[in-house]
């Protein structure tokens, strides 16, 4: 997988007075595991969608190595946007632009603890469940990135750990480079590599942070809040975002 840079010098709305984004360079290391947090209406969604191709409309550019192209994408929505006519396994198997050998998603429901629920319907999930097919669905692609947005948001906060806890198994047996978009700093925390908090309109980045709490010691939530509390009290200009 080849690192990606990210140049985006103006995106506004036709009906807007002032961007939306400008002057935003981010760089996307192989495998890294990246946090954006900002200040909800910031432009979060409107990156990931211009980063997934789904938005051309801006000044810019995105490089993979030293090409011009659009990255492989895998995305999971706020919504889990599952086709409620389809079983759990067909709606992964219809995110696939070939068909993959069944122990491949086998595996992946294996992890995320779906394997008895394949052949259940949407309506028959919970959300914490069809957040979690979602997420299979855009591993099973084989993306250079993987996108999420907020993909937690209205969880209760034990289903939510539970399922961060199963991405991170997923991604540490699977790695791909994440870009995962929350405005919760806790939980930015809890997955991050590094962290980039972004700016309210136009969105800027104004800071970038490693996490050095080690893997073994994500689910400390005092290791989690003593780092919070330094991250606060060392850089007095992220409060206003979260």
Request: glycine fraction near 4%.
């Amino acid at each position: 997988m080849t690192d990606i840079q990210i140049n985006i010098n103006n995106k506004t709305y036709p009906t807007a007075t002032k961007p939306s984004i400008a002057n935003l360079e981010l760089s996307l290391n192989s495998n890294e595991f990246i946090c954006l947090v900002g200040p909800s209406g910031c432009g979060k969604t409107t990156l990931l969608n211009i980063i997934a191709g789904l938005d051309n409309d801006y000044d810019g550019e995105i490089l993979v190595g030293q090409q011009h192209t659009h990255p492989k994408i895998g995305y999971v929505f706020q919504n889990p946007r599952l086709l409620p006519w389809r079983t759990v396994r067909e709606n992964i198997e219809l995110a696939l632009d070939r068909p993959q050998p069944p122990d491949v998603i086998d595996a992946l429901l294996e992890v995320m603890q779906l394997t008895q629920s394949q052949q259940a319907y949407p309506e028959r999930l919970s959300l914490g469940m069809s957040r979690r097919v979602a997420i299979i669905r855009a591993f099973a692609v084989d993306p250079d990135v993987l996108l999420m947005d907020e993909p937690f948001v209205s969880l209760d906060a034990p289903t939510a750990r539970q399922v961060r806890q199963l991405l991170l198994k997923l991604w540490q047996q699977r790695p791909h480079t994440v870009l995962f978009v929350t405005h919760d700093l806790r939980e930015a925390i809890a997955l991050a590599d590094r962290l980039i908090f972004l700016s309210a309109s136009p969105m800027q980045a104004i800071s970038e942070i490693i996490v050095p709490i080690p893997r073994s010691e994500r689910n400390n939530e005092l290791a989690i809040e003593s780092f919070r509390q330094q991250l606060l009290q060392n850089h007095p200009e992220i409060k206003q975002l979260l």
